[in-house]
């Protein structure tokens, strides 16, 4: 099981440890709509999309994952930081 770290330090440190790499993002000229799409039929052209990802999941080998443990969670306690999530998901999604 994994400890929680609070101290930004140690969280820091952990972080080294794992020598993740972050690759450089590069515009792949790709032209997008941007149009809205009201006229398309919403989720129409994801079928393609949709197995392909289904693909990759059913190829994950879900004995070597780490399983998952229940955390306790009260939402009026700051010192579990639900509102820094929040408000970091949400920032990664216009990321």
Do not use: C
């Not at 140690?10 to 149009?35: H, R, T, Y």
């Not at 080998?61 to 999530?85: G, R, T």
């Not at 949400?90 to 990321?95: A, F």
Request: hydrophobic share 30%; charged share 35%.
């Amino acid at each position: 099981q994994v400890q929680g770290v609070r101290d930004r330090d140690q969280f820091q440190a952990v972080l080294d440890k794992l020598n993740l790499e972050q690759p450089q993002w590069e515009p792949s000229g790709e032209k997008v709509d941007l149009s809205e799409g009201d006229d398309n039929e919403e989720g129409a052209d994801g079928g393609e999309d949709d197995e392909k990802l289904k693909g990759e999941l059913y190829k994950i080998d879900s004995s070597k994952l780490q399983p998952a443990q229940p955390a306790e969670f009260e939402k009026d306690d700051d010192l579990n930081f639900h509102i820094d999530f929040l408000t970091t998901a949400t920032n990664m999604r216009s990321w």
